[in-house]
């Protein structure tokens, strides 16, 4: 369990599924292997350590920290 102070810190990744393209760029960048496409909608899970490689990647701006 994280102390508090480290959950905070801890983003997750927000999709603008308006602006997705699905080309799957962000699927392939992520070290952590936390992000899957799913019938062209993107999840992740548990593993993201919010480093925002897939958020500086994507062409269209779809992904940010939240
Ligand atoms: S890199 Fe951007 S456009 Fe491509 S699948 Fe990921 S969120 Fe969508
Ligand atoms: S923020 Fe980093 S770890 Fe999290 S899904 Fe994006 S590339 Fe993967």
Redesign the pocket.
């Given at each position: 369990m994280y102390p508090k102070i480290r959950e905070r810190e801890k983003m997750a990744?927000i999709v603008d599924f308006g602006k997705c393209l699905h080309c799957g760029g962000?699927v392939g960048?992520?070290?952590?292997?936390?992000?899957y496409m799913n019938d062209y909608v993107l999840e992740?899970n548990e593993?993201?350590?919010?480093?925002?490689?897939?958020?500086k990647?994507c062409p269209v701006a779809a992904?940010r920290?939240g």
């Open positions: 990744v962000c960048s992520c070290p952590q292997n936390a992000i992740f593993n993201c350590n919010s480093c925002k490689r897939c958020v990647l992904l920290m």
